[in-house]
């Protein structure tokens, strides 16, 4: 096995989960069709040449995304607000009357934000399923040269592509080597910090610093976002680095926080009656599956999505409900699988009876 990023085949296995979902953010219509997900292993390894991290474990011929991938987070108005943001950052940075083009968009509610917004946005992605003309069901390629957009927006995508740097190669060559690139990723840093083990899916291949994003252009713009759970950068595309600078001492990354930080939550939902969790997106069934797979101390798993609600979680097969379902279940304890929508939801909840804590 070499590396994704250098192709040196000196690798440091530094955490590994086995036996989890391939897919997160898939739910499904029954339990049984839940509990036969097809599952795979995490081996996170770091690159002792470039510091790289990734899972060695990842086959990406094996990724199907379907009708039943359900990541779709517009219902809440507080991440609704988070994408007005990175919309006013795009202005502030003087991208409002260039050509964006958005690589990956999904099902479309951020492109549709940019040109509502007045953006001259193209989105790209082969598994759209809407009706949105501005949207091309195809993989962005050479053949769409001809656009040169200003902006390549590259969200929540580059986290999931098993060799990024030919991938952003092939994206400026498509883009004839013009231009900017703003890519957005979660932030291992954070994830490290909370000793967020929940964080860690078998759907993202990689796993990226600040210092290893920004080492893939040689000079860039670099921030943080979503209460520094997410980070972005802006550069040129004609600024890739091609080289991989070694590895600095200081940037070796230590997993041994999760340790401690599943035994924690292991004691935790023993000891909490009536338990739901608020979330049945990524971080939830990763949850779920490490410390719940049999279903013995989570009741059920609250979310707001509509197309999520009465299906099941990959694996586990724990039922997602409705938040007005709360009282069928007799609800003592809430535990909210992202500290960012606690506001909302107790705001949602509003029963002083049960009792809401954050991850």
Known sequence: MNCNLCNHNNLELVYSIENIPIFQN??????????ETLTGNVFIVQCCNCGFIFNSDFNNSI????????????????????????????????????????????????????????FDATGFDPAYEGSNSNI?????????????????????????????????????????NYGKIFIEV?????????????????????????????????????????????????AELSKLNISNIPLNKEQSID???????????KMYVKQKNALAIWGAGAKGTAFLNMLDPNREFVKCVIDINPKKQNKYIAKTGHLIVKPSELDCYKIENILVMNENYLNEIH??????AIKIECL
């Not at 898939?26 to 509990?35: C, I, L």
């Not at 705001?347 to 002083?352: F, G, S």
């Open 26 to 35: 898939k739910v499904f219509t029954t339990k049984s069709k839940a509990r």
């Open 63 to 118: 990724m199907n995304y379907n009708e039943e991938y359900q990541n779709e987070q517009s219902n809440s108005a507080y991440f609704r607000d988070y994408l007005d943001g990175i919309v006013t950052l795009l202005i502030d940075n003087g991208f409002k009357n260039k050509k964006i083009i958005e690589i990956g968009c999904g099902k479309g509610y951020f492109l549709e934000k940019l040109t509502k917004t007045g």
């Open 136 to 176: 091309v069901k195809d993989y962005f390629s050479k053949k769409y040269s001809d656009l040169n957009a200003d902006l390549i927006i590259l969200r929540h995508t580059l986290e999931h592509i098993q060799n990024p740097k030919s991938f952003l190669l092939n994206i400026a060559r498509a883009n004839n």
């Open 186 to 234: 979660p932030t291992l840093e954070w994830i490290l910090d909370k000793a967020a083990f929940w964080d860690i899916f078998y759907e993202h291949v990689n796993y990226f610093t600040q210092y290893s994003l920004g080492n893939m252009f040689v000079d860039s713009f670099q921030g943080l976002l979503f209460h520094k759970q997410y980070q972005f950068i802006i």
């Open 255 to 265: 997993f041994s926080c999760f340790t401690r930080s599943i035994d924690y939550y």
């Open 347 to 352: 705001q949602i909840v509003n029963n002083d």
